[in-house]
């Protein structure tokens, strides 16, 4: 069983940086591709971006390719979220998710924690 717990998230001015971060417990991290998915109110949840299990490989979705980036400490446990130059339309309560592929959709993921709010105020 894989557990997870995010934190990181809070209000934070439109422009701003956050680094989000995700502890995982379980003793397959090192063999489990890491994503994070965020989801607005009344929205469904969608992809953010991705890690594979040795770190080599991320993918990002379009709105946040070039300001965010992923990253892992498998030493460590932890998966990581870096949010620059945040827009009021990245507010949104942030998932981690772990699972066996490396994978962009929600469906691949089978182990999420329980999200950390992100507001960008204007």
């Known amino acids: 069983q894989v557990q997870l717990v995010e934190s990181g998230g809070r209000l934070v001015q439109a422009g701003g940086s956050l680094r989000l971060s995700c502890a995982a417990s379980?003793?397959?991290?090192?063999?489990?591709?890491m994503g994070w998915f965020r989801q607005i109110l009344g929205k469904e949840r969608e992809f953010v971006a991705t890690?594979?299990?040795?770190?080599?490989?991320?993918s990002y979705a379009d709105s946040v390719k070039g300001r965010f980036t992923i990253s892992r400490h498998n030493g460590e446990n932890t998966v990581y979220l870096q949010m620059n130059s945040l827009r009021p339309e990245d507010t949104a309560i942030y998932y981690c998710?772990?699972?066996?592929?490396?994978?962009?959709?929600?469906?691949?993921?089978?182990?999420w924690g329980q999200g950390t709010q992100v507001t960008v105020s204007s």
């Open positions: 998710a772990a699972g066996p592929v490396f994978s962009r959709e929600l469906g691949s993921y089978a182990y």
């Open positions: 379980g003793p397959t991290f090192g063999n489990d591709n």
């Open positions: 890690i594979s299990a040795n770190g080599v490989l991320q």
